[in-house]
C-alpha cells in the first residue's frame, strides 16, 4: 500500500485564503474523503488545525485537534460553522500554517458558542472555552477569509508581513 502525497499547506498570499468559503452541504462534494485530507495534512504539518482552503479547496469544512488544544471532548470537525455567541477578546499568541514559522499576539474571544453540522447535516452545538475556543474560531476565520493579520492594527500587520515574506523567499511585503 503506497502512502498517499502530501497535501501543501497554501501560504499567504494565496488568493484562496482571502476568500470566503463556499458551504459544503448540498455541493456535490464528497465529505469523508476531504476531512480525512484535512487530518492527514493537519498531522503531517504538525498543526493544531486546518481550514479546508489551507490545501485549496474553498469549502467551510476544518478540523481542530482535541488534545493539542487540550479540549476533552473529540476532535473538532466543523462542516459549515456558524458563530452563535462569543466572550470579548483578549490577546493570545497564535501561530497558522499559512504563515510557516511565525507567532503573533492576537485578540480573540476566548468563549465561544458555535452551531456547526454533522456529516448528514443534523445541528451540533459547541460550547468552548480557552483555548478550543481560541482554535476554533481562527480555523473558522479562514473559512470566511480572515487571516490573522487582518486581526491586528496596521503597523504590527506591516511588520508581520514583512517577515512573512522574507522568511518566504518574498523580496517585497504585501500590505
Not at 462569543?86 to 458555535?114: D, M, Y
Amino acid at each position: 500500500m503506497s502512502r498517499q502525497a502530501r497535501d501543501r499547506i497554501v501560504l499567504f498570499p494565496d488568493p484562496v485564503l482571502s476568500r470566503p468559503a463556499d458551504p459544503i452541504l448540498g455541493s456535490g462534494t464528497p465529505l469523508e474523503p476531504l476531512v480525512a485530507r484535512l487530518w492527514r495534512a493537519c498531522r503531517d504539518h504538525d498543526g493544531a488545525g486546518l481550514a479546508a482552503p489551507q490545501i485549496g479547496v474553498p469549502l467551510r469544512v476544518a478540523v481542530v485537534d482535541a488534545e493539542a488544544v487540550g479540549f476533552s471532548g473529540r476532535e473538532i470537525v466543523l462542516i459549515d460553522p456558524e458563530i452563535v455567541e462569543t466572550g470579548p477578546p483578549v490577546p493570545g499568541e497564535e501561530g497558522c500554517l499559512s504563515f510557516p514559522g511565525l507567532f503573533a499576539t492576537v485578540r480573540r474571544p476566548e468563549k465561544a458558542t458555535i452551531v456547526t453540522r454533522t456529516a448528514e447535516g443534523r445541528r451540533r452545538t459547541l460550547e468552548l472555552e480557552g483555548l478550543p475556543a481560541r482554535a476554533v474560531l481562527h480555523e473558522i476565520d479562514h473559512l470566511d477569509g480572515t487571516l490573522m493579520p487582518d486581526r491586528m492594527g496596521p503597523l504590527r500587520r506591516r511588520f508581520f508581513l514583512a517577515r512573512h515574506s522574507l522568511r518566504n523567499g518574498r523580496t517585497r511585503p504585501r500590505a
